[in-house]
């Protein structure tokens, strides 16, 4: 019965971590600079850095907005204040919310998006802050039943786990109101609608069950927002508002039900039964529509099926570098323009060979295109965020990529790669360029240029602006932001976002693309003779605007526009001024890049990815159409009474206090652990933890108690303060230990019999300093712990003091397919135990190395103890818990395959090799003290580190392994574990 219990804990936990699986997802940056403010108004406390000061304040005038706005319209609010976090993230555009009822948190990016993936919001502040606050309004609602919310009250896991909705639910609601109270948003974006056009017109609009999917199909995890939002609308239009509204109200009440029981209550129906008429309905509207677009002439040029974006053609006109996702990894890949001849004559003589040897048979049609040579291919295994490809010449490709400035600091940079040598090479560090465009400055008989003048968008701080600056390619070293002298060629206020700058092909205008508050993305060039800026006539009407390409006699610009819900492809005779469409909308085009005089290509969106289409220009219909610069914007059909006010670009009043962080808003709640465990014991763990959100304070209780009643149970505390740089960490703990009555056979087996016997107490406590320091590609730190140990058993006590003293250094290393990462650690210890004195040392070498998508890892350990007596001191084996902390062992070392005190001795060897495709690593691995044990098998780890205090530190370690005792008999273990890593 108790290891029934004991399992319903392990499972509730699990459906816990597996709704705040967002937090895992994203490897917040969170910036360790300890001049964190915080901002506190009526219903938020908002923490941030100095930098973000202002971002943070028009934050918080807008979630202040957002909150009056839904009470006013659902009389739906939050009781706690919501903590919201404001930082700068890898350069990412995004955001999340944990939505518990009683521990609201949202993590909100300052980096806006950009023009091709969000294209319809008054900004990105307003519809961040009203996306991210509804999911807390909305999932967050306390339980009318009472019972059940004094328990979502006292443990926030089981509070959060409660909140869970499907996610096309939970996304699609956001989005559905982050539209209506903007007038703006996903569910009225053109750009969306005409992908989803696009799925309808083959047939391959996505199905109920692939509404909650994220990467099974080309853009999966879209359809929860997109199509999510659409649906609720249609029910909203067909049923009433109102209908909608009663699932949420009943999905809190005193009567527990799930969304599909509250849902069905009210409509009488399924969700999916009602998704079906939807469909239908969509459908209809859309065929109807698309019956009267006029076919666009489009041929296949590259055949992809994939997601794919960042079209480039070289100078020559000989190559095509694009950005495509080859099994869930992004790649540069660089393929031939021309036509491939070879794989033509393979297809032929293969239909030959086969009529030859069956006159009768039917030979296979030819694909509408071969596909073209493959030149080169640089993965994304060691540039994590490739993007924006730009020639150099016809050999060279500039690229950004992300690299590490310090510890939880990454900026997008500017990389080089030579496609026939296959070199790589970074030329910045800390500018956080996104697209950019480059001059040559190298005189036209120099084969090799050494200055490059670039044209980059810079976003930073949640700032958006277009620099120029230029780098050396030579330099042996990289060019650093701080000491780089830079241009800027537009400013910068928040809410105003720029992109897509390009060089005509004189270089002597820059076209770009600029948005602004309460507007719309706008056509602009930069001219750069007489440095004036001007407006560029858009179609009448259009929404959506990107993708922006000089034609090749640099007197005209392409780009995809949108008309009533179509993406079509428009060019714009900077001269003249006059507009013409090129594609009708029948089509889903995007990217539009001219090949040579008479082809113009484009990437063609389709349910299975994106291909490549060549449209012929000297045939093409084209059409004059109504251009107009610096065109207004329209709100859709909404209820203006519940609409959002106009964003702001700046916050001149204050309305809240601002402080430093200091130790932050403690949040504290009741901890569930538990382990299962075949060698050692079963546990189960109850505590209590209270934490800061940056951690800056946190501390914990524990109490632990094993299924069997002589087995392992004990109570322990933690304490950290990180004060900034060093981190202080304090442990105390006291257990009580019957090893011979453990799961496994080898305790038996290998100690001797006094040594287990009977009952085994310790009580010890832990004190630590610790400094960790990353510097480019370099990473080391110190240690220092105090250690003092009480050891009973039977009539024995030993008493023990010791000090421990460490160093790290750790170096990675990358190359275009494979990267290496290598950490040494050397501690050195001085004990005295029992008035008996003893040196030790332990040394560990790892090696971690990666090639595409698979993972391994070498690692060798040793441990020596060296009393002046007979003395024993090293111990095998045993599970980590909460109970029995990894790291803060003295002389005890874990294997969660084997049983506590499996050997005992003074010398350790481990040698362990890991391979791994996933989340789950094949392992192999030798223990040597006194006696040998092999063991392999499959293991697997997950760490969340941020949010809850539940989540804070949270470790899942599970495995399965055989285990070869060199004394014994052969063993099979499994373990599953949740504890909390200090």
């Not at 990289?478 to 060629?489: G, M, P």
């Not at 951690?695 to 109570?715: F, M, P, Y």
């Amino acid at each position: 019965m108790f290891l029934y219990r004991q399992l319903r804990i392990v499972f509730l936990l699990l459906f816990a971590c597996f709704f705040s699986a967002n937090v895992s997802a994203t490897q917040l940056a969170l910036n360790e600079d300890n001049q964190w403010q915080t901002y506190e108004t009526s219903h938020f406390i908002i923490h941030f850095t100095a930098p973000l000061r202002d971002w943070a304040i028009i934050a918080g005038k807008e979630l202040e907005s957002a909150h009056a706005l839904l009470l006013k319209q659902q009389n739906r609010q939050l009781t706690p204040k919501v903590q919201v976090l404001v930082i700068e993230n890898n350069n990412q555009a995004n955001g999340f919310a944990i939505s518990p009822s009683y521990r609201p948190l949202m993590t909100l990016f300052v980096t806006p998006p950009q023009s091709n993936s969000l294209s319809n919001a008054p900004s990105w502040q307003q519809l961040l802050t009203v996306h991210e606050y509804v999911h807390l309004v909305h999932l967050g609602q306390p339980s009318r039943n009472k019972w059940l919310d004094k328990l979502r009250r006292a443990w926030d896991l089981f509070d959060v786990s409660q909140s869970g909705m499907p996610r096309w639910v939970a996304e699609g609601y956001a989005t559905l109101m982050e539209s209506k109270l903007t007038g703006r948003g996903r569910l009225f974006d053109d750009n969306m609608d005409a992908f989803l056009s696009q799925l309808t017109v083959e047939g391959a609009f996505p199905q109920y069950r692939e509404l909650n999917a994220r990467d099974h199909r080309y853009m999966a995890g879209s359809f929860a927002y997109i199509v999510g939002a659409r649906f609720m609308y249609w029910l909203e239009q067909e049923y009433g508002a109102d209908k909608l509204d009663h699932v949420w109200t009943r999905s809190v009440a005193v009567k527990k039900r799930n969304f599909d029981q509250a849902f069905k209550g009210v409509y009488n129906a399924s969700a999916q039964q009602l998704y079906r008429k939807f469909v239908v309905a969509y459908t209809q509207k859309t065929l109807a529509r698309h019956q009267e677009l006029d076919k666009t002439p489009a041929k296949l040029w590259l055949d992809l099926n994939q997601a794919a974006h960042s079209p480039a053609i070289s100078p020559s006109g000989e190559f095509i570098a694009l950005l495509n996702r080859v099994k869930k990894t992004w790649q540069l890949s660089v393929f031939h323009t021309k036509d491939n001849q070879q794989a033509q004559e393979k297809f032929a003589k293969q239909q030959e060979q086969l009529l030859k040897r069956d006159p009768l048979d039917i030979a296979d049609v030819a694909p509408e295109v071969f596909k073209r040579q493959q030149k080169a291919s640089l993965p994304s295994v060691s540039y994590w965020g490739i993007s924006n490809p730009v020639w150099l010449d016809n050999q060279t490709l500039l690229f950004t990529a992300l690299s590490r400035v310090k510890k939880a600091h990454n900026t997008t940079d500017i990389y080089s790669w030579n496609i026939n040598t296959d070199e790589v090479k970074q030329h910045t560090l800390g500018f956080n360029i996104r697209r950019f465009d480059v001059i040559n400055s190298a005189n036209e008989d120099e084969k090799e240029p050494h200055s490059i003048t670039l044209f980059a968008e810079q976003a930073t701080q949640g700032y958006s602006q277009i620099i120029a600056f230029n780098i050396d390619l030579h330099a042996n070293s990289v060019t650093d932001l701080a000491s780089t002298r830079v241009s800027v060629i537009t400013d910068k206020q928040l809410g105003r976002v720029y992109d897509f700058p390009q060089l005509s092909p004189d270089n002597t205008k820059l076209a770009y693309l600029k948005f602004e508050l309460n507007n719309k993305w706008q056509l602009y060039w930069f001219d750069r003779v007489t440095n004036q800026h001007a407006a560029i006539p858009l179609p009448h009407s259009s929404q959506f605007l990107s993708y922006p390409q000089w034609s090749l006699d640099g007197q005209a610009i392409y780009f995809t526009a949108s008309q009533q819900s179509l993406t079509k492809l428009f060019r714009v005779n900077v001269q003249s001024q006059q507009v013409e469409q090129l594609t009708s909308g029948d089509l889903d085009l995007h990217w539009p890049t001219q090949l040579n005089d008479n082809t113009l290509l484009a990437f063609a969106r389709k349910s299975t990815g994106q291909d490549i289409v060549a449209l012929d220009l000297p045939t093409l219909a084209v059409t004059s159409v109504l251009g107009k610069a610096e065109q207004g914007v329209e709100l859709a059909n909404v209820d203006r009474q519940h609409v959002m006010p106009k964003a702001m670009a700046s916050a001149t009043a204050i309305e809240g206090n601002i402080q430093d962080y200091g130790l932050g808003v403690r949040e504290g709640s009741v901890m569930l652990a538990a382990t299962v465990n075949w060698a050692s014991y079963h546990l189960s763990e109850i505590g209590y933890r209270n934490v800061d959100l940056l951690q800056r304070l946190d501390w914990q209780i524990n109490a632990t108690q094993s299924s069997k009643q002589q087995g392992l149970q004990g109570v322990s505390g933690n304490l950290k303060w990180r004060t900034m740089p060093v981190d202080i960490n304090a442990h105390g703990y006291y257990w009580q230990m019957h090893p011979d009555n453990q799961g496994s056979e080898l305790v038996r087996a290998n100690s001797n019999t006094s040594a287990i016997a009977g009952q085994i107490t310790e009580t010890g406590v832990v004190v630590s300093a610790s400094q960790q320091i990353i510097n480019g590609q370099h990473d080391y730190g110190w240690q220092a712990k105090y250690f003092w140990q009480q050891f009973e058993q039977d009539t024995t006590n030993r008493d023990t003091q010791a000090a421990r003293v460490s160093g790290n250094y750790a170096w990675h290393y990358r190359a275009n397919t494979w990267r290496i990462r290598q950490r040494s650690e050397l501690a050195v210890y001085q004990g005295n135990t029992d008035s008996v004195d003893w040196q030790g040392y332990d040394a560990n070498l790892s090696l971690f190395g990666q090639w595409r998508r698979v993972k391994t890892h070498l690692s060798y350990q040793q441990q020596y103890r060296s009393p002046d007596d007979d003395l024993t001191l090293l111990s095998l084996g045993g599970a980590a818990s909460n109970l029995i902390a990894p790291h803060q062992q003295l002389n005890r070392i874990l294997a969660p395959e084997l049983p506590f005190m499996s050997l005992q001795g003074n010398k350790y060897q481990n040698l362990k090799l890991t391979v791994a495709l996933g989340e789950i690593s094949a392992f192999s691995q030798r223990h040597k003290l006194t006696h040998v044990i092999d063991s392999f098998g499959l293991a697997g780890n997950k760490q969340f580190n941020f949010g809850l205090p539940s989540l804070v530190g949270l470790n899942i370690n599970y495995g399965l392994a055989r285990v070869l005792p060199q004394i014994g008999q052969d063993e099979n273990q499994l373990w599953l574990s949740f504890f909390h890593r200090w």
